[in-house]
C-alpha cells in the first residue's frame, strides 16, 4: 500500500469532459498533469473489463512519463441491449468522438427491440472504473456505478457522451440537464473516486 499521500498526477485520459470531471474530484494541493501537450498513441483498449481497461491506460501513460497515473474507462450499460454499450461506449461514437451519432445509434437499437420502449422505463446504468499506477506504487483498481433509465429523447447540453439520454435514479431530469456541481455529486466517477480519496 502507498503511505505517503499523493502529490502530482497524471490523468490518463484525451477526454475533456473527462478530464474536467477527474480534476474537479482531485483535492487542490495536488498538482494535475494531462496529456495536453505529449504526443503519444494510445494503448490499445483490449480487456473486456471497464477495470482491465483503466489498468492498461494507466500503465501505458505512466511508463511513457514515469509519473503516477490515475485513467478512466467507463460507459454506459442498457440491460435491453444485453448491456451494451459497454466498454465499447466511446467506440460507438467512431473517431470523430461525434456521440449525437451514437445516441441514434442507441435510440435506433432499442427502437428494433422494443417499439414501444418510449412508454417503458429502459433500466441502464453508467460504471466508471479507476486505476492508480506508478512507480512505487501498489496498483489501486476500483469501480463505481449509478443506476438509472434511459429518456426517450435527447435533453439537456451540459455533460458530455451519453448525458443528455440518462435519467439517473431518482431523478426527472438527465445529466445533461443538470447542473455540474449536482451530477458531480452522485454520478459512477464521484462514486469511484470515493474509494480512493485517501490516497491523496
Same mark, same amino acid.
Given at each position: ?5 499523493i502529490? $502530482? ?7 475533456? %469532459?473527462?478530464?474536467? $470531471? ?13 496529456? /495536453? ?26 511508463? #511513457? ?6 485513467? !478512466?474507462?467507463? %460507459? ?9 454499450? %459497454? ?7 467512431? /473517431? ?12 435506433? /437499437?432499442?427502437? !428494433?427491440?422494443?417499439?414501444?420502449w418510449?412508454k ?9 472504473? #479507476? ?5 512505487? #506504487? ?37 445529466f445533461? *440537464?443538470?447542473?455540474?456541481?449536482? /451530477? ?5 466517477? *464521484?462514486?469511484?473516486?470515493? *474509494?480512493?480519496?485517501?490516497?491523496f
Amino acid at each position: 500500500m502507498y503511505k505517503k499521500k499523493i502529490k $502530482e498526477i497524471l490523468i490518463g485520459t484525451n477526454n475533456k %469532459g473527462k478530464l474536467r $470531471e477527474i480534476r474537479d474530484l482531485i483535492p487542490k494541493r495536488v498538482k494535475v498533469l494531462s496529456l /495536453k501537450n505529449i504526443s503519444a498513441n494510445h494503448p490499445k483498449e483490449t480487456s473486456k473489463t471497464f477495470i482491465g481497461n483503466s489498468y492498461l491506460k494507466a500503465k501505458y501513460y505512466s511508463k #511513457l512519463m514515469n509519473k503516477i497515473c490515475l485513467a !478512466d474507462d467507463s %460507459g454506459l450499460e442498457i440491460d435491453l441491449l444485453n448491456k451494451a454499450p %459497454g466498454i465499447y461506449s466511446a467506440r460507438w461514437s467512431g /473517431k470523430n468522438k461525434n456521440f449525437n451519432l451514437a445516441i441514434k445509434k442507441i435510440f435506433k /437499437k432499442i427502437q !428494433d427491440k422494443d417499439l414501444n420502449w418510449k412508454k417503458r422505463k429502459i433500466k441502464a446504468r453508467f460504471k466508471c472504473a #479507476l486505476t492508480i499506477y506508478g512507480p512505487g #506504487l501498489k496498483t489501486i483498481s476500483v469501480i463505481g456505478k449509478i443506476e438509472g433509465t434511459i429518456s426517450n429523447k435527447k435533453l439537456g447540453n451540459k455533460g458530455f457522451g451519453y448525458d443528455p439520454i440518462f435519467i439517473p435514479k431518482g431523478k426527472k431530469i438527465t445529466f445533461g *440537464q443538470m447542473e455540474p456541481k449536482v /451530477k458531480h455529486r452522485i454520478d459512477h466517477r *464521484q462514486k469511484a473516486f470515493k *474509494q480512493i480519496r485517501k490516497f491523496f
